[in-house]
């Protein structure tokens, strides 16, 4: 691993690089500099960030990405994306579907290599949305960029980021609060802010205020993102505009450039199976390196500070990465790929993911429950020696692995649109309900993500609703308690089960309505303790399918009343231990709120209901009708 080079650091701010259409986005560049601050006089390898975000957070781009590269021998360029912050280009940002995203990253790829200060390699970073915009610019194959970490980045926009299963994931709309409060469009224009502000406080009201139309939320103030979020919302059959390569860069996998790659994800992030999915693609189709790294995490906490703990679970001190962890990997990563140095990373494993699970179940603080977990490596996803199994539901409300069912039975409960089963935690991001500026306080000393918190907490709690939890109401329950929630699970497990890889459950269903919701959560259930009187009800993964769309999304198919169908609910992967004494739990409901918008039952087109009904959803199991769970287990 290269020796750190420099302290001292020359900074450019907000140099305007054209693109080929003759747009200039601004552009930082942090150079090694002598003792007088002038820049260092030779060629550098340079690491690329490109923001949809604030180029200048030091928190999030300069500090570990910008101070920590360039004293270590690289050249760092920051750059506002078209449309956003200083850049050029009001009214071509649309969120993550901008067209232009591509070519504005060969662009700048193959500027940063012509330029005096350049060795021609050009690596590239960034998150969330930083990690689509190095997909987007590897699609376009610029020949300067030799390789990429991509952290949490979603792949497919319509199946796990806005859409999943046909229902719309409403954490896409509390995020577009973020990106219309700093818009181009709007600034200097204060009522429109103002709006867009309060819409972020009243976050928690806005929700409920369905359906939502054109003009009728404070989105509306920038035009734009107002089109997104109807396309968000409406659009449950993937069309035109969902295949869109910023939308969709799973249909352009093959045209992605042949370069070492690291993508990296949280079992309790929203994009976790993207991730996976895109490593699995891009290893079987590349000869360069290909990386998987999945850890405990959120979609943020692999970053910043780090935590050994997620939600209200603690793996362990070896879960903790942060940025220090994470630099010291990516240092060596880059140094190999474009400074040459031989420091054998390409004999280590291609796949590196935290197993959970294997604690003592003991309470680390006032509330955490130490769940535990390990390391393991291999280089395929799913790891090689992992088979897989069905677990069956039964009329006796038990999960059990035996496929001769002869005995019939039916599970009913009524889904009311208007008292939807309330979400407890979930896989989010982007969710936040602003905090307001006490009014003796200069809004200019609070930084906007300060004022932040997660709508939904981001990451696995107990199963018992809360005074905060959204749509909870007294007495609070246990998630299994609610009578319109079905519970199957197993008796408790007689020895070690380690499930590590994707799983699907496999529904026999009936409704009274046209169109209805069926959801699927999976969880790992302690027995009761002295320090968890109730147990620990540990979520692990959860999903929705939207029966019009139960035969796929190129049409709408509605149900027959009474009719039996089958479901596929697909859930993110996992990996997990299920120890001795636990239960394997599913839980199935029709809402899942305010994770996914709540399905009308009317069958009316999406986005435009003009009333709710109740529906008399039913599961069926047995032999006619093997309902079932199906993962992968070593």
């Not at 450019?12 to 080929?20: A, G």
């Not at 209200?312 to 990516?330: C, I, M, Q, S």
């Not at 796949?351 to 699970?357: A, D, L």
């Not at 603080?365 to 069905?390: A, C, L, M, Q, Y």
Request: aromatic fraction near 10%.
């Amino acid at each position: 691993m290269s020796k750190q080079i420099t302290s001292i650091i020359n900074i450019s701010k907000n140099l305007m690089v054209p693109m080929r259409d003759g747009i200039k986005l601004a552009t930082d560049i942090y150079r090694p500099a002598d003792i007088n601050g002038n820049p260092i006089k030779r060629k550098y390898p340079t690491i690329l960030g490109r923001t949809s975000y604030d180029k200048t957070n030091p928190v999030i781009w300069v500090k570990p990405v910008a101070e920590f590269f360039v004293r270590n021998g690289y050249v760092v360029i920051l750059q506002d994306l078209r449309g956003r912050g200083d850049s050029e280009g009001t009214g071509d940002y649309y969120h993550t579907a901008n067209e232009k995203e591509g070519i504005d990253g060969y662009d700048t790829v193959e500027w940063i290599a012509s330029q005096s200060w350049s060795n021609g390699n050009v690596g590239m970073v960034g998150a969330s949305h930083g990690g689509i915009v190095q997909n987007m610019a590897s699609i376009y194959r610029p020949p300067s960029l030799k390789a990429l970490w991509v952290d949490v980045a979603p792949t497919n926009a319509f199946k796990w980021e806005a859409r999943q299963g046909g229902a719309m994931a409403l954490h896409m709309y509390g995020a577009l609060y973020l990106h219309g409060y700093d818009s181009q469009e709007i600034i200097g224009d204060e009522e429109a802010i103002k709006t867009i502000e309060q819409g972020a406080i009243n976050l928690k009201e806005e929700i409920f205020k369905t359906p939502f139309y054109e003009g009728s939320t404070p989105i509306k103030e920038v035009s734009n993102l107002e089109k997104v979020l109807m396309h968000y919302y409406r659009d449950g059959i993937y069309n035109d505009w969902w295949s869109k390569e910023s939308l969709d860069q799973t249909n352009h996998f093959k045209k992605m450039a042949d370069i070492p790659a690291v993508y990296s994800t949280g079992w309790y992030d929203p994009f976790t199976a993207d991730v996976s999915e895109q490593f699995v693609q891009m290893q079987q189709k590349n000869s360069s390196m290909q990386k998987l790294i999945i850890g405990p995490w959120n979609h943020v906490t692999m970053r910043g500070k780090g935590s050994s703990f997620t939600g209200e679970v603690e793996f362990g001190p070896e879960a903790k990465w942060g940025d220090e962890t994470l630099n010291y990997h990516r240092l060596k990563w880059f140094d190999r790929w474009l400074k040459g140095i031989e420091n054998k990373i390409e004999l280590e494993p291609s796949v590196q993911i935290f197993r959970m699970g294997g604690g003592d179940g003991r309470k680390t603080n006032e509330i955490n429950i130490n769940h535990g977990g390990i390391w393991k490596t291999g280089n395929s996803w799913p790891p090689s020696d992992v088979r897989e199994r069905i677990l069956f539901l039964n009329p006796d409300s038990n999960l059990d692995f035996y496929a001769d069912q002869k005995e019939e039975d039916s599970f009913s409960w009524v889904h009311n649109p208007s008292k939807p089963v309330p979400t407890i935690s979930a896989n989010v991001t982007g969710f936040y309900k602003w905090l307001e500026i006490p009014k003796n306080m200069d809004a200019s000393y609070v930084p906007q993500r300060a004022r932040m918190v997660s709508l939904i907490p981001d990451g696995p709690l107990h199963q018992r609703e809360r005074a905060t939890t959204v749509g909870a109401s007294q007495p609070l329950l246990l998630s299994f308690e609610r009578k319109d929630v079905l519970t199957f699970q197993t008796k408790p497990i007689k020895e070690n089960v380690e499930v590590i890889g994707p799983v699907n459950v496999i529904l026999y269903v009936s409704s009274s309505a046209v169109d209805t919701d069926f959801t699927a959560k999976l969880l790992d259930i302690y027995p009761k303790s002295d320090e968890f009187p109730e147990g620990f009800h540990l979520p692990l993964a959860d999903s929705i399918i939207r029966t019009r769309f139960r035969n796929g999304f190129a049409r709408e198919e509605f149900m027959n009343p009474g009719d039996v169908c089958q479901v596929k609910i697909e859930l993110p992967p996992i990996a997990n231990l299920f120890v001795e004494g636990h239960r394997l739990r599913l839980e199935i409901a029709s809402s899942n709120f305010p994770r996914f918008d709540i399905n009308p039952n009317t069958g009316e087109p999406l986005g435009k209901h003009t009333k709710t009904i109740k529906a008399k959803n039913t599961v069926y199991v047995g032999q006619k009708y093997p309902s079932c769970i199906k993962l992968l287990t070593t």
